[in-house]
Structures are given as C-alpha cells and as structure tokens.
C-alpha cells in the first residue's frame, strides 16, 4: 500500500523568518515603526480577505507592501522592496531536523506531498532547500489559498487518501490544521510556537519539531 504524506511548507519545513525580517529591514530604512510594519505586514498576509477572488503571490505579496505604504501615510516606499521581500521568501532554510527527517519518512515508504499557500515562480527554490524529492502542490495550481476546503480537495481527490494511508503535517492552525479536521484527515501539528488552538478542533497529535513525528509513524 502506498503511504502518504502531506506537508504545509512555511513553518512547517522551511524557518519563513528572514521573509518577516526583510520587511522590518525596510521599516528601519525608511524610519517607521518596525515592529509594527511586521504585524501589519503578517496580518495582510493572513487574511482571506486579500486572496479573493484568487491573485499571485507575489501579486498579493506586492498589495501588501502597497497597503504597509497606506498604513504609514507613505508614498512608493515599502513597495520598493517588493523584490528584496520576494528574493528573502525564496531563500527559506529548513530548520535543523527536517532534511533528515524527511529522508527518514521517505526510508519508511512514504511518498511527501507540498501544499503550500506559494505559487510557481517561488516554489521551486524552496522545495530545493529540501534536498528530497516532493510532489508538489502550490495556490496557484489550484487558484485557492488554504483553508479553502477546495485545495485539500483538490489534492484529496488526485490520490485517494484515506485515513489508514494518510497523515497531514503542518504548523498553521487555522490553515491546515482546522481544514484537515473538516476533511477527516488524521493531522500532526507541528507547533513550534507553542500557540493555542483557537476552535475547539483537536489534531490527532501535537509536536514542537519534525521529528518528533517519527513515532507516530514507523
């Protein structure tokens, strides 16, 4: 029987600090409140309400600068770093544990599975950090972001998961670990930040790194 894994990329797989960090880097340039323009900037980036009907990353990535330039009373100034912010995002590393692991789950028969809320142009690069092979499954093939229900839809149908040849690991709550629920998809959290659950939605189980999953698994 062929085993299944499925992945969110972004906190769960790759440290997506330096992509936040790039924007705070421009708020110093520029003298604004940096702190705040990394809220601000994460904020916009969360909200579903920026990704309907379906655009680009790197579209909604650009509106974000935009809307950070409207929030400070600003002119042009965080959107000129629309190519630094992207060029960051590119170059995600993984955190320590995951190439091993990952070769780990893969010595253990399962096939590894991307979805990740990114698009074509930006993908590549850090499905390449990796160093395994992933299929991979991006917004953009789907024109949807998570939680949309029809992405994990979508993937869902293309391999017929089941609960006895399928696990879904992430770090996002609200954007991977909820909408597996509502597929009655068994789910792993990967809660490196120690964040609360916000529903009373349960995964199946709770880690704070990679590996920890290997138990549940072999």
Same mark, same amino acid.
């Given at each position: 029987?062929?085993? =299944?894994?499925?992945?969110?990329? #972004?906190?769960?797989?790759?440290?997506?600090?330096?992509? #936040? %960090?790039?924007?705070?880097?421009?708020?110093?340039?520029?003298?604004?409140?940096?702190?705040?323009?990394?809220?601000? =900037?994460?904020?916009?980036?969360?909200?579903? &309400?920026?990704?309907?009907?379906?655009?680009?990353?790197?579209?909604?990535?650009?509106?974000?600068?935009?809307?950070? +330039?409207? /929030? =400070?009373?600003?002119?042009? /100034? @965080?959107?000129?770093?629309?190519?630094?912010?992207?060029?960051?995002?590119?170059?995600? !590393?993984?955190?320590?544990?995951?190439?091993?692991?990952?070769?780990? @789950?893969? %010595?253990?028969?399962?096939?590894?599975?991307?979805?990740? &809320?990114?698009?074509?142009?930006?993908? +590549?690069? &850090?499905?390449?950090?990796?160093?395994?092979? @992933?299929?991979?499954?991006?917004?953009?093939?789907?024109?949807?972001?998570?939680?949309?229900?029809?992405?994990?839809?979508?993937? +869902?149908? $293309?391999?017929?998961? !089941?609960?006895?040849?399928?696990?879904?690991?992430?770090?996002?709550?609200?954007?991977?670990?909820?909408?597996? +629920?509502?597929?009655?998809?068994?789910?792993?959290?990967?809660?490196?930040?120690?964040?609360?659950?916000?529903?009373?939605?349960?995964? !199946? $189980?709770?880690?704070?790194?990679?590996? /920890?999953?290997?138990?549940?698994?072999?």
């Amino acid at each position: 029987m062929q085993k =299944f894994l499925t992945f969110d990329c #972004y906190g769960t797989l790759l440290h997506e600090e330096p992509t #936040y %960090d790039a924007v705070e880097h421009a708020a110093k340039v520029i003298g604004v409140d940096h702190k705040l323009a990394r809220q601000r =900037f994460s904020e916009y980036q969360s909200d579903r &309400n920026n990704m309907h009907p379906y655009q680009d990353y790197s579209i909604l990535t650009r509106n974000n600068l935009i809307h950070l +330039d409207y /929030q =400070f009373g600003l002119n042009h /100034q @965080f959107e000129k770093y629309y190519v630094d912010v992207l060029t960051a995002h590119r170059s995600l !590393t993984p955190f320590p544990e995951v190439i091993s692991t990952l070769q780990q @789950f893969i %010595d253990c028969g399962y096939k590894l599975i991307m979805m990740s &809320n990114s698009s074509w142009d930006i993908i +590549d690069a &850090n499905a390449k950090a990796l160093q395994v092979p @992933f299929d991979i499954w991006t917004a953009e093939d789907v024109h949807a972001y998570k939680p949309d229900l029809h992405f994990f839809k979508t993937v +869902d149908e $293309h391999y017929g998961f !089941t609960p006895e040849n399928h696990w879904h690991i992430a770090e996002g709550y609200p954007s991977d670990i909820v909408p597996a +629920d509502k597929m009655n998809w068994p789910s792993i959290w990967v809660n490196r930040p120690h964040n609360k659950a916000t529903t009373d939605i349960k995964p !199946t $189980h709770m880690i704070e790194t990679l590996d /920890q999953a290997l138990p549940y698994l072999n």
